[in-house]
C-alpha cells in the first residue's frame, strides 16, 4: 500500500490551510473536520492536527488560555509523526512555530492573552513552496 503522506493533497486540505493562512480559524476548523471525518487512513490525524493548531489560535482570539493551551498540545501531539512533511505540508516548520506559540501563552498565562504576539502566529507552509523559494537566484 502507498504511503498517504506521498499523496497529492486533498482539494479540502488545501482549503483549510488557505483559510488558516487568512486567519480564518473557524471556517478552517469547518473545511478541515469535513475531510478528517471522510478519511480513514490514518493520515486522517494530519488533517486533525492542523485543525486544532487552527482551532488553538481561535482560542486565543477570544483569550481562552485553556483552550489554547490544550489544542496546541493535542495538535502537536496530533502532527508530529508525520514530520518533517506529509502531503506537501511543512509539518515540522508548523510544529516549530506552534511550539512558540505555546510558550509565549504559558508565560501570558490567562490574564495577560491580549498581550500576545500575534505575529507569533503560525502559517501552514508547502513544502515545495520552500523549495522553489531555496532555487531562486
Do not use: K
Not at 471556517?27 to 482551532?55: A, K
Not at 510558550?103 to 513552496?129: I, N, Y
Request: glycine content about 6%; overall charge neutral.
Amino acid at each position: 500500500m502507498a504511503n498517504p503522506c506521498h499523496e497529492t493533497p486533498p482539494v479540502r486540505l488545501r482549503r483549510g490551510i488557505e483559510q488558516f493562512n487568512r486567519g480564518e480559524f473557524f471556517e478552517q476548523h469547518e473545511t478541515l473536520e469535513d475531510l478528517w471525518r471522510e478519511e480513514s487512513r490514518p493520515v486522517r490525524t494530519l488533517y486533525q492536527g492542523i485543525l486544532q493548531i487552527g482551532v488553538a489560535l481561535y482560542h486565543l482570539q477570544r483569550r481562552n488560555h485553556h483552550g489554547a493551551v490544550y489544542m496546541l498540545t493535542r495538535g502537536t501531539n496530533y502532527l508530529r509523526p508525520f514530520a518533517p512533511s506529509c502531503q506537501g505540508v511543512d509539518v515540522a516548520d508548523l510544529l516549530a512555530h506552534a511550539a512558540r506559540v505555546l510558550e509565549a501563552v504559558e508565560q501570558l498565562g490567562p490574564d495577560r492573552l491580549d498581550a500576545f504576539d500575534w505575529s507569533l502566529t503560525p502559517r501552514v507552509r508547502w513544502v515545495a513552496d520552500e523549495r522553489r523559494r531555496q532555487s531562486r537566484p
